[in-house]
């Protein structure tokens, strides 16, 4: 089974500041590697597929990077609305899973 | 507008029964999987499993294997979560979303429910 493992826990960040969240797979997973965002007391929301590629509707503030083992997603001058939890999900093996979360909280 | 509605909050004690479901709107229900997703109190998502609603075939994640049964109902698009025995533990909510794939055959999850609160309580 495939461990994914997202650092920070937790990030307190000002508006406007940059956002750096990291996801490590425990084996090479390629792309498929997926963002979501979760608001409180809302559904995820994708934000990022296969590692890099944007999905339609979603701010050009947030970007992807990385294949194999290591994962980044960038949120490039944060706003306010950007408050929320985000996990990483890989879809390379069964069982598919999450990291454990990364919740941005605004200063 | 694609959709997936689930049924609404349940209430149960400890050793009942319940299913769950999930209906899919807006698309042809039996060309995509149903996931569903376990978000426990204050927790993370926990991937449960997925079926295929054309032929019913499904996986799951072996933490839930035994624990949890999923089907479906392609005729009326609708999938289900089922429990037979609930648990104190059980106590989450639980999403079911849509998992699809582009330019890769990996699977993403680009539709999600709004998620059904399941309290097991005595």
């Known amino acids: 089974e495939i461990v994914l493992t997202q650092s920070p826990d937790f990030q307190s960040v000002t508006p406007k500041e940059k956002v750096t969240i990291t996801c490590r797979a425990s084996q090479s997973i390629g792309s498929s590697l997926h963002w979501y965002q979760q608001k409180p007391d809302q559904s995820p929301k994708l934000l990022i597929k296969y590692a890099s590629q944007s999905i339609s509707g979603v701010p050009s503030r947030f970007s992807g990077s990385g294949s194999g083992t290591d994962f980044t997603l960038t949120i490039n001058s944060l706003e306010a609305e950007d408050a929320a939890t985000y996990y990483c999900h890989q879809s390379s093996s069964l069982p598919w899973g999450f990291g454990q979360g990364t919740k941005v909280e605004i200063k | 507008e694609v959709q997936l509605v689930q049924s609404g909050a349940e209430v149960k004690k400890p050793g009942e029964s319940l299913r769950i479901s999930c209906k899919g709107s807006?698309?042809?229900?039996?060309?995509?999987?149903i996931s569903w997703v376990r978000q426990m109190p204050g927790k993370g998502l926990e991937w449960m499993g997925r079926?295929?609603?054309?032929?019913?075939?499904?996986n799951y994640s072996p933490s839930f294997q035994g624990h949890v049964t999923i089907s479906a109902d392609k005729s009326i698009s609708t999938a289900y979560l089922q429990w037979s025995s609930l648990k104190a533990s059980d106590t989450a909510m639980y999403y079911c979303?849509?998992?699809?794939?582009?330019?890769?055959?990996?699977?993403?999850?680009?539709?999600w429910g709004k998620g059904t609160t399941v309290t097991v309580s005595s």
């Open positions: 079926i295929d609603p054309s032929d019913s075939y499904t």
């Open positions: 807006g698309y042809s229900f039996t060309s995509y999987w």
């Open positions: 979303a849509r998992p699809t794939y582009s330019s890769s055959t990996y699977y993403y999850m680009d539709v």
